[in-house]
């Protein structure tokens, strides 16, 4: 095997190991579900290390595959054969004083995903990944204008349905894992 290769394969190891947890849960908040997610964050992988010899700066490779991940959730939502999965993750009844917290957040959870994909990427990477507009946009391959668009467009219509004193994004990307 040569130097080179070898480089690479540590390099690529050293990626996945230190920011698996943190690209898994933006999978997770892309798809809603635990194992499309692993599944989703193997696809990206994947093509992460057949794009590596090709990418100029192995320091933003995380966010190739953050990029990857999600085009690759928006291309599978817009499959025929895909559909939205009941949600397994009910708010735990022993803890009264977060009822009020745990339902708002499982309602806003649902909300998420109904909205488009494109719309709840800008929101997902904007609010729970707290990429700027111009990270956020990176991720999307589109402008930081169509960036604020969806998310406008995306807020809107989550405050249409959940009502505009919903405080949106009280938890953080822990709190929304299973």
């Not at 990626?15 to 690209?23: D, E, I, Y």
């Not at 990176?138 to 809107?156: F, I, N, P, W, Y």
Request: glycine residues 6%; charged residues 25%; hydrophobic residues 40%.
């Amino acid at each position: 095997m040569a130097e080179g290769h070898r480089r690479d394969v540590a390099a690529y190891s050293d990626l996945v190991t230190a920011r698996s947890g943190s690209l898994f849960r933006t999978a997770y908040l892309m798809v809603g579900d635990h194992q499309l997610a692993q599944d989703l964050l193997q696809e990206a992988l994947v093509k992460t290390y057949v794009a590596w010899p090709r990418l100029r700066d192995v320091a933003k490779a995380e966010a190739y595959t953050r990029r990857t991940i999600v085009n690759t959730a928006i291309s599978w939502r817009r499959r025929r054969s895909f559909h939205e999965r009941p949600l397994d993750v009910l708010p735990d009844a022993g803890v009264a004083d977060r009822v009020d917290e745990l339902a708002t957040r499982d309602a806003l959870w649902v909300q998420l995903h109904l909205l488009p994909p494109r719309q709840r990427a800008a929101i997902v990477l904007r609010y729970y990944l707290d990429l700027s507009e111009a990270q956020t946009a990176e991720a999307m391959g589109c402008s930081v204008g169509a960036v604020k668009s969806q998310t406008s467009t995306g807020l809107r219509r989550l405050r249409d349905r959940m009502g505009p004193e919903v405080a949106l994004f009280t938890t953080t990307d822990k709190g929304m894992t299973s």
